[in-house]
């Protein structure tokens, strides 16, 4: 069974702090990660992917990558009201299978 | 054009209605996607059709009925629907899904 795993949340931090999403994943072999930004009612917006070990930042987001330990989080600085949503992670075993989601952490930034 | 797009938007239809989601994307995308989405959870497989043929139907009941008449275009048929399968339908299509996936915006279906 193929599982990726998030906290479900409420995850609550003030505007202006650093936000920490984590997922782990269960398949060793897994091979490519995204993070998914889903507003209320409106569909998921790719936000960041992930192919190898390490950091990948893009503006105010951060992917980190740990094959060994199987996780994967999101880093989100100077979080703001806007960056409150559910955030789902996703991951791919190979190319020709499905991305496996987990069920998504929500994110609320307090003003 | 790196978008997919859902139609219609909302959709309410009565239990005995025949109705039909449409999706189109123009990326070149070999694979689509239909997924199922309830509040508060997250995204369910329905289907996948690669290079036009189904390839996964995740035991779906006889009532949603897919078709994928072109490369850049997937249906969801629906008739007879219960008022449990009212959620937002969602449309994905991938090159390969270790590209990722994009979404397109959803078809919110109620039905009464």
């Known amino acids: 069974q193929k599982e990726v795993e998030q906290n479900s949340g409420p995850l609550s931090v003030p505007e202006g702090a650093i936000a920490s999403l984590n997922c782990t994943y269960s398949?060793?072999?897994?091979?490519?990660f995204f993070w998914y930004r889903q507003y209320s009612g409106k569909s998921p917006e790719l936000i960041m992917s992930?192919?190898?070990?390490g950091d990948k930042e893009d503006g105010r987001f951060t992917a980190q990558l740990n094959k060994a330990s199987q996780y994967v989080s999101l880093l989100i600085r100077d979080s703001q009201p806007s960056d409150s949503a559910t955030y789902l992670c996703?991951?791919?075993?190979?190319?020709?299978?499905?991305?496996?989601f987990g069920k998504g952490t929500r994110l609320s930034v307090i003003a | 054009d790196t978008e997919v797009t859902q139609t219609p938007k909302h959709l309410v239809m009565g239990m005995t209605n025949k109705k039909s989601l449409k999706c189109e994307q123009h990326?070149?995308?070999?694979?689509m996607y239909w997924y199922k989405q309830k509040a508060k959870k997250p995204p369910e497989l329905m289907f996948v059709?690669?290079?036009?043929?189904?390839?996964i139907n995740e035991s779906v009941p006889s009532r949603f009925s897919p078709e994928c008449p072109n490369s850049s275009l997937l249906n969801l048929h629906l008739h007879a629907l219960q008022p449990e399968d009212s959620a937002l339908y969602l449309c994905a299509s991938s090159q390969n899904s270790r590209a990722g996936y994009t979404f397109g915006s959803g078809t919110r279906l109620t039905v009464v």
């Open positions: 996703a991951v791919n075993i190979d190319g020709n299978t499905p991305l496996v």
């Open positions: 992930i192919y190898s070990n």
């Open positions: 398949d060793r072999g897994s091979q490519s």
């Open positions: 059709y690669s290079y036009e043929k189904l390839s």
């Open positions: 990326m070149g995308h070999r694979a």
